[in-house]
C-alpha cells in the first residue's frame, strides 16, 4: 500500500443524529471499591450552571445514582463534579399517587432500566410504583419537567429542598413554589444560597410542606434544615403536569429572570429540542463516518462528558450584562465565572482539547480565572464551587499557559501571569476553610524546600512531596513558555531551570523516580510498587514518566532509548502486584489497575494516561500505535461499566477522544500533538478558524492499527507529533494503515515531539 490509494468512502449516515450516539449511563456502573467511571447521568446542556440526575441513592452520598440500583426517589439539580467531592445547591422534583410519602428511602419507586431513556438533552423514567412516567429537559439554568400520571383523587409532585438549610414557600394564586436550598460540601462564602422558582401548569387543590421531621402540615412556608413542599390534586388518565424551574446563584429575581428567558412560554418538547440543538451544534465540529456503531457510541458519550466541566456559574442579569455571584468573596460581580474542576485532572487533555476545539470558550474560562484570581487572591486547582483542599500540584500554570502560548485570547494575560507566579511562589497565607485549616490545594506547599534544594524533601513531613516535586518542575515549564510569549524575558531562564528539578529524583540505582530526604539521601525502604506516600494515587511506575516538558531529559536519565523503552514495556509486563499500606485499603484506582490485566499499567488514573504516546519519542512509535488502540477497544465501551476508573471532569474522556483521532497533547504550552493510531476511516473536524480538517484512515480496522504511511495535504508525512498551528489551518491528513508494523516511519531522533533537552 502506498498513500495514493483512494480512500474508500464509509458508510454512515448523512445526517446521523450525535446526541442520539450518547450513552449518559456509560460509567454509571460504579461503586466506592470499584469505578466504572463514576458519573451519573447529567441532562444538561454544553457546560450548563446546572445539571439535573435522576436520583437512586441518599442525599449526602456521592453515589447519586448507579446503575445497579433499583429505586428512584427523585431527579435532581446538581452540581457535583464527582462523588469524591459531592454536591452542593441540589434539590429534587419526584411525583407520586396514593398517601404521600416524604422521606427518600420511603417514596423510592422502583424502576427498569428498560422503562429509561437517558439523554444528554431530556431524561425518561417510568416509576413504576406510583404508575407515573417523569421527564425532565434542561436548559443552561432552567428545565422543564414532565409528570405523565394515571388517573387518581391523589397525585402529588413533592418538592426536596435537602438538609444543609433549605426553604418552601408555597404561592397557589401563581402555581408557583418558591425557596433556596443552601446544601454544600464546602468551598462557599457565608452567604451562599440557591434560589429557585418552579411554576406548574395546574392548579392546586391543596399545597402542603413539611420540615425536617417530616411532617406534613398546611403551612405554605417552611424554613429550617432540611424543608420541603407536596401540592396535590386530581389527576385524569394520562395527565400530563408540566413544570417550570429556574434557579440562581444571585436572587430570587434573577431566578424568576433566568425561568423568563430561557423558558418562557416554550413547551416541554420545544425545550428538550432546544437542547438537543444545541448537543448537535457542539458535538458536529468533530464528524466521524465509519462503519463502527460501537466506537462512534463511545466516541460521542466521551466527548459528551468533555463538555460538561468547568460549568457555566455565571447569570446574564436585567440589562443582558454577564454576572456571577461569587463562590470566593459572595459578591455579585461583573463578567464570568466557571467552577467545578479538578486541574490536576483536566489540563492533561481537556484542556488542550479546548484550546483546539473551543478556543472562545477556553476564553472565556481564562476571565474566569483572572476573576478567580481577583476575588480569592488565589488560583483554583479543585474548584467547587469555591476553593477546596484536594489534589497536588500548580496545574492551573499548565492550562494558562497553553491556551496563551497556542493563541487564546481575550483575557487578562498579565493578571494571569501575576497569579500563576504567585500560586508557583507561595506557601504562606494561602486561604483556610471553615475550621481555619490552610488550602493545601492552592499556592506551593513545601516551595521553600523546592527552590533550596529542587525538590520537596520525604521526610519533612509533606505527603506526596515526589509527585509535588515532579508536577511543580512541569508547571515551571509552562511559566517559562507563557513569560517568553508575554516577552517576560528576565523569567523565562529561572523557570526553565526549575523545570529540570525533575533529575533530582531520578534515582539511578533504582531507575524509578524515588522520594529523597532532606539531606539527599533516598527514601528508605524504598518500594517501587508502593502506591501513595511519595507519590499520588500512584507509585513509581506510573509517576515516574511525569516528565512531559523533557521526555528526552528522562530518556537521558535512563541510559538512552533502550533501557527507556525496556522500562516502558516493563510497565505492561510487570504482575499487577501493588502495596497499599499508605492507604491502609486497596483504593479504587489500585483495584482498576489490578483487574484489568495490563500489568502496572493504571489506565484508570491520570499519572499515567499520557504514558504510551512516550514510545514516539523513543524510535518506537509503532508501540504506541499498538498500545493506544489495545486501550482503547479493551477500557473503554458505551456502556454502564464503560470506563477504566474514575471518569474526571473529561479528562478519562479526553484521552479516547484523541486517541481516537489519532494523536494526543503530551507536553503543555508547546503546540504539539504525539502522534498514536487513528481508530476511524475518517474524521472531519470544523476548525475555529472555519477551516476544515480531514482525518483519512486508509485500510483501518480492529487488525491494521499500524501506521504504513502518512500524509498531510499530499506531502509524505514523517514526524511523530502534529502541531497545533498546522491543523488549525485545516487540511487532509492521510494514514495509511496496516497489520504489521512500519518500524521505519517517524522513528528517528529528529521525528520526535518537542523536549527541552536535545537528543544525545
Ligand atoms: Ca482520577
Known sequence: ???????????????????????????????????????????????????????????????????????????????????????YAAFSLFAETGDVKIKQEDRASWFSHKAEESHPYSYKVYLADYDVTAEVAPTNRAAQFQFTFPKSDQSHIILDGYAGGSMVKIDAAHRRIIGYV??????????????????????????????????????QSREGDHVGAVISFQTAAGE??????????ISPEQAERNLDTEIGHDSFDQTEAKAKAEWEKELGRVRVTDPNLDNRRTFYSALYRMLQFPRMFFEIDAAGKVVHYSPYDGQVHDGYMYTDNGFWDTWRAVFPYFVMMYPEQDSQIMQGLVNTYKESGWLPEWASPGHRSVMIGSN???????????????????????????????????????????????????????????????????????????????????????????????????YQEHAQ??????????????????????????????????????????YSWAVMQDVQGLIDLMGGDKPFLNRLDSVFTTPPVFDNSYYGETIHEIREMQV?????????????????????????????????????????????????????????????????????????????????????????????????????????????????????????????????????????????????????????????????????
Not at 510569549?485 to 523569567?491: H, I, P, R, V
Open 1 to 87: 500500500m502506498t498513500a495514493a490509494v483512494a480512500a474508500t468512502p464509509a458508510p454512515a449516515p448523512a445526517h446521523e443524529s450525535l446526541a442520539e450516539l450518547i450513552n449518559p449511563l456509560m460509567g454509571t456502573d460504579s461503586n466506592y471499591e470499584l469505578s466504572y467511571g463514576n458519573v451519573y447521568p447529567a441532562v444538561a446542556v454544553p457546560w450548563g450552571m446546572n445539571f439535573w440526575s435522576p436520583v437512586t441513592g441518599k442525599m449526602g452520598d456521592g453515589w447519586g445514582y448507579t446503575y445497579e440500583t433499583h429505586k428512584i426517589n427523585g431527579i435532581k439539580q446538581t452540581h457535583q463534579p464527582s462523588p469524591w467531592m459531592n454536591d
Open 182 to 219: 443552601r446544601n454544600n460540601s464546602g468551598g462557599v462564602p457565608a452567604n451562599f444560597h440557591n434560589y429557585f422558582v418552579a411554576e406548574f401548569d395546574k392548579p392546586f387543590t391543596v399545597g402542603r410542606t413539611w420540615g425536617d421531621k417530616g411532617d406534613l402540615t398546611n403551612d
Open 240 to 249: 400530563k403536569v408540566h413544570v417550570k424551574i429556574a434557579s440562581s446563584f
Open 396 to 494: 492551573s500554570a499548565n492550562i494558562i499557559a497553553d491556551a496563551y502560548v497556542n493563541g487564546v485570547r481575550g483575557f487578562d494575560a498579565e493578571t494571569l501571569y501575576q497569579a500563576v507566579v504567585k500560586n508557583a511562589t507561595t506557601d504562606k497565607g494561602r486561604p483556610t476553610d471553615k475550621k481555619g485549616r490552610t488550602l493545601s490545594a492552592v499556592g506551593r506547599e513545601g516551595v521553600d524546600y523546592y527552590n533550596q534544594l529542587g525538590y520537596v524533601p520525604y521526610d519533612v513531613g509533606i505527603h506526596e512531596n515526589a509527585a509535588r516535586t515532579l508536577e511543580y518542575a512541569t508547571a515551571d515549564f509552562s511559566i517559562s513558555r507563557f513569560a517568553k510569549a508575554l516577552g517576560k524575558t528576565g523569567d523565562v531562564a529561572h
Open 501 to 542: 528539578n525533575f533529575r533530582k529524583l531520578y534515582d539511578p540505582q533504582t531507575g524509578w523516580m524515588r522520594g529523597r530526604n532532606k539531606d539527599g539521601s533516598w527514601e528508605t525502604p524504598f518500594n517501587p510498587f508502593k502506591w501513595g506516600d511519595a507519590f499520588t494515587e500512584g507509585n513509581a511506575f506510573q
Open 596 to 760: 484489568v490485566n495490563m500489568g502496572q499499567y493504571a489506565h484508570g488514573n491520570q499519572p499515567i494516561q499520557h504514558m504510551i504516546y512516550l514510545y514516539d519519542w523513543a524510535g518506537q512509535p509503532w508501540k504506541a500505535q499498538y498500545h493506544v488502540r489495545d486501550v482503547m477497544k479493551r477500557l473503554y465501551s458505551a456502556t454502564p461499566d464503560g470506563y477504566p476508573g474514575d471518569e474526571d471532569n473529561g479528562q478519562t474522556s479526553a484521552w479516547y477522544v484523541f486517541s481516537a483521532l489519532g494523536f494526543y497533547p503530551v507536553t503543555p504550552a508547546v503546540g504539539q500533538y504525539a502522534i498514536g493510531s487513528p481508530l476511524f476511516r475518517n474524521v472531519q473536524l470544523t476548525m475555529p478558524t472555519g477551516k476544515l480538517l480531514t482525518i483519512e484512515a486508509v485500510n483501518n480496522s480492529a487488525n491494521n492499527v499500524y501506521i504504513q504511511s502518512v500524509t498531510l495535504n499530499g506531502k509524505p508525512y514523517d514526524k511523530a507529533w502534529l502541531a497545533h498551528a498546522t491543523l488549525e489551518q485545516g487540511g487532509t491528513l492521510l494514514f495509511v494503515m496496516g497489520p504489521t508494523p512500519n518500524k521505519a516511519w517517524a522513528s528517528t531522533k529528529a521525528a520526535a515531539p518537542f523536549s527541552m533537552s536535545a537528543p544525545k
